[in-house]
């Protein structure tokens, strides 16, 4: 099992969902960061933060996945939110995203959500319609109200 899936499979029960399982740095500076969501949309608290990095700490200490010593880091997704899923864009529909491709990068705005693509629209009006999982996207501005 990957750290991915070990994260997920203890927070997914508690309302939350991974946006990033990312393990850096090496020997005693390694770090393992965890940012979270929650399920029901609402915005994440401190206290949930808590929650999730004391239950995902113990399962750690049992699985005992990372060689070494660590430090565990859970945070809320923050002013780079990453857009993943399919429920991401619709849920920010409308809002700019910064979009990063093999062949280069490009912000522009979700105007539709699609099963299996989404397309954007680019400042001098372009839309470009692209596969989900085929590029990696975050929010670029921020809702006025959360989503």
Same mark, same amino acid.
């Given at each position: 099992?990957?750290?991915? =899936?070990?994260? =997920? ?10 946006? =990033? ?8 500076? %390694? ?15 401190? !206290?949930?933060? %808590? @929650? ?36 991401? #864009?619709?849920? #920010? !529909? ?25 397309? #954007?629209?680019? !400042? ?20 006025? =109200?959360? @989503?």
């Amino acid at each position: 099992m990957d750290l991915w =899936e070990l994260v =997920e499979n203890v927070v997914r029960p508690l309302g939350y969902e991974p946006l =990033e399982v990312r393990l850096h740095g090496a020997g005693k500076t %390694q770090v393992l960061t965890v940012r979270l969501e929650r399920l029901d949309e609402a915005p994440i608290t401190v !206290a949930d933060l %808590q @929650r999730a990095n004391r239950i995902i700490g113990l399962e750690l200490d049992r699985a005992d996945p990372i060689r070494g010593s660590y430090r565990l880091e859970v945070e809320s997704p923050g002013p780079d939110r990453p857009l993943l899923t399919r429920r991401h #864009f619709e849920r #920010f !529909a409308g809002l700019k995203v910064k979009v990063r491709t093999e062949e280069g990068g490009f912000t522009g705005r979700v105007v539709e959500v699609g099963e299996d693509a989404v397309t #954007f629209e680019l !400042a001098g009006g372009e839309r470009r319609t692209l596969p989900l999982g085929g590029f990696k996207a975050t929010l670029a501005e921020w809702p006025s =109200e959360p @989503r």
